[in-house]
């Protein structure tokens, strides 16, 4: 099985030596995403509530030029600087994963990079 490197201009490009994401036989490995609007490669303003909207964003075009739905993720890690923002998180993630949301941890770090308060790495397998 040959990896298959996704990569697509209309998500935010690697902010690092890392591949927006891999697809390794059915399965895809989206990396972290941030909340870098993608048409003007800047994080975007905002709080929380912004922040994961744009990071789900992100990483919904990147499933969808990759050939994946929502529906096919099966896990997500989210990783938060403030803990402080779990239930503004959830609230906008539940409204994104609105038919059967994945599995999920979400952990809290001292920081993100280019200062972003969230980012979102997720797993999805074709069904």
Request: glycine share 8%.
């Amino acid at each position: 099985m040959k990896n298959k490197v996704i990569k697509t201009s209309k998500a935010p490009l690697a902010v690092g030596p890392y591949s927006q994401a891999i697809e390794a036989g059915q399965t895809l490995y989206i990396s972290g995403q941030i909340a870098i609007d993608p048409e003007i490669s800047k994080m975007i303003e905002g709080g929380i509530r912004e922040q994961t909207m744009q990071v789900l964003k992100n990483i919904e075009i990147i499933l969808s030029a990759a050939g994946y739905r929502k529906t096919d993720v099966v896990k997500s890690t989210c990783f938060l600087t403030d803990m402080n923002d779990f239930k503004a998180m959830n609230e906008i993630y539940a409204g994104f994963y609105d038919e059967v949301p994945p599995a999920r941890s979400a952990f809290g770090v001292v920081s993100l990079p280019l200062g972003a308060i969230i980012e979102i790495e997720t797993i999805a397998v074709k069904g």
